[in-house]
């Protein structure tokens, strides 16, 4: 027999159970993930890796924003 893809409704199911059991990441916990995975920089400017125009950061895999804040300091004051 074969097997028939899912009704919207299981979709929907399915979907609930895995939010439920993995809830999406907010605030500076985000910011820091989609730094760290490259899709934006520490200026919330979006990558090339996403079409955008900005580089990643250098560091991007290891990103924190401790270690960033100098340069950011250091950006402001040019």
Excluded: C
Excluded at 22 to 31: A, C, S, T
Excluded at 53 to 69: F, G, H, I, L, V
Aim: charged residues 30%; proline residues 12%.
């Amino acid at each position: 027999m074969m097997n028939l893809p899912p009704t919207p409704k299981e979709l929907a199911q399915e979907a609930r159970e895995l939010l439920r059991k993995h809830p999406p990441k907010e605030g500076r916990e985000l910011y820091i993930d989609l730094v760290r995975k490259g899709f934006i920089n520490a200026r919330w400017q979006v990558t090339k890796l996403l079409g955008g125009s900005a580089e990643p950061e250098p560091d991007y895999p290891t990103w924190t924003p401790e270690r960033n804040a100098g340069a950011d300091r250091e950006q402001q004051s040019n």
